[in-house]
């Protein structure tokens, strides 16, 4: 296709930051509209008269500092599936709509979910130790499936991992705002706020949910005891959804068996912090979604959006500013 000139003075700005790679389209971007690539530091300067943000950097919170230099801003973008780095009073009760990365990183972190729980069952972490201390350790594994997880967050993310957690012959169940019978993916769906009165016979418990002030250490000491002892972890949502001092604390005691964590309350990971350290702690980088190409995705989804929005149509799944996340279909 030839994009030709912009045909519009839109203007486009795009939020990056120093060692950040550029959207992978950015020349196609240009030929879309005005753009203007900015950091965090020239970000007011940049906003008056812009009336689209591309938000590359999605773990900036730089947009609420210069929110009084966004006189014409009507769309924003977030090349993430979280947006709570970005939200703040202003913008909930502006009429900008938001729209996030919503369908890029389903597959590939339901596939992350689905690796650590098979790690976990076929002690393959125990083998890699093992294998580092030249010892020959006969063990028996634990069959995956008829175990039972639970995951707590009921968009598209944790639809994946419940599809994928099934189709090896688990038995899943959700967790979300409200609680519902008969749902297509999780069968049952129990109310996350009371969380602990539906653990108690889990083997994999999956964080998958936005971080709002109601998902906040949604696993907390309470949920951690209901537990079952033998329970295995795995947070692929954001570190904050889960009480850290008391995740420590269970693990070291014997509350639950392990914990697999790519994503912390402060990243990257403190040197310091004692899960680098916990044999019953896998850690990996905030990367469970980044699978090759990811960029490339992200870069053709704002493409994409920006050519509806040019065109008059409307941006497909804007986020809920009020709930933190774009309400299932």
């Known amino acids: 296709m030839d994009d030709g000139p912009a045909t519009s003075p ?43 943000l591309f938000i590359w950097d999605f773990f900036s919170g730089a947009l609420a500092d210069a929110w009084h230099a966004a006189d014409s801003l009507r769309w924003i973008h977030v090349a993430a599936a979280g947006v709570d780095a970005i939200l703040f009073d202003g913008l909930r009760e502006s009429d900008v709509v938001v729209t996030n990365a919503r369908g890029v990183f389903d597959r590939p972190i339901a596939e992350f ?24 350790r006969h063990r028996e594994p634990r069959r995956t499936s008829g175990t039972r997880a639970l ?18 012959g688990m038995e899943v169940r959700g967790a979300g705002r409200v609680a519902r019978a008969d749902d297509p993916d999780f069968g049952e769906i129990v109310a996350s706020s009371e969380l602990a009165a539906h653990v108690g016979d889990v083997d994999h418990l999956v964080l998958a949910a936005p971080l709002t ?15 079952p002892t033998h329970a295995h972890l795995v947070n692929i949502g954001r570190g904050a959804l889960v009480d850290e001092p ?16 790519d994503v912390f309350a402060v990243e990257p990971l403190p040197a310091d912090h004692p899960f680098w350290t916990m044999t019953n702690v896998h850690v990996s980088a905030h990367m469970c979604g980044d699978v090759i190409g990811w960029r490339d995705t992200l870069s053709d989804q ?15 799944d804007p986020v809920d500013k009020s709930s933190g996340y774009v309400p299932s279909r």
């Open 10 to 52: 839109l203007t486009v700005v795009i939020l990056t930051a120093d060692g950040t790679p550029p959207p992978t389209n950015e020349d196609a971007l240009h030929r879309l509209a005005d753009v203007t690539v900015t950091d965090a530091a020239g970000l007011a300067a940049a906003l008056p008269g812009a009336e689209v």
């Open 113 to 136: 979910v689905l690796a650590s729980v098979l790690a976990h069952d076929k002690l393959l972490h125990e083998n890699k130790a093992l294998q580092a201390e030249h010892t020959w």
């Open 151 to 168: 995951v707590v967050g009921t968009g598209g993310i944790g639809r994946a991992s419940a599809r994928l957690l099934r189709a090896v």
């Open 213 to 227: 002030p109601q998902t906040r250490e949604v696993v907390d000491a309470d949920v951690l005891a209901a537990l």
């Open 246 to 261: 008391a995740l420590v604390a269970s693990l070291r005691e014997g509350g639950i068996a392990a914990a697999s964590l």
């Open 302 to 316: 704002f493409e994409d959006n920006l050519r509806r929005y040019l065109a008059g149509e409307d941006l497909p």
